[in-house]
């Protein structure tokens, strides 16, 4: 998936909580926290360079970076759905 002039959307899932005060730091992305005790933070990302930059804040936080998406939703990065749900959705798009 290519970058747009208008950035791409993402969703960085991080492990553990992390307060919504850190908001701000992080470019207004918007925090949301996760049943399973991890944080989703999800915004446009203007480009590769300001993404970077998202990581080595996450870094230098300390906090384990768990997964990055670009497009997905948070009700999918949040989702304690069975494993094979992916796959039935996959199997739609292909039959669609």
Request: avoid cysteine; hydrophobic fraction near 35%.
């Amino acid at each position: 998936m290519g970058m747009t002039n208008e950035g791409a959307h993402y969703h960085i899932k991080i492990k553990g909580h992390l307060d919504t005060r850190w908001q701000d730091w992080f470019d207004g992305l918007s925090i949301t926290l996760t049943d399973d005790s991890n944080t989703i933070l999800s915004g446009i990302v203007v480009d590769q360079a300001a993404l970077h930059g998202v990581f080595k804040k996450i870094r230098n936080l300390g906090l384990p970076l768990i997964s990055v998406n670009s497009g997905a939703s948070i009700q999918e990065m949040t989702s304690s759905a069975h494993p094979n749900s992916n796959k039935q959705k996959i199997e739609q798009t292909k039959h669609s």
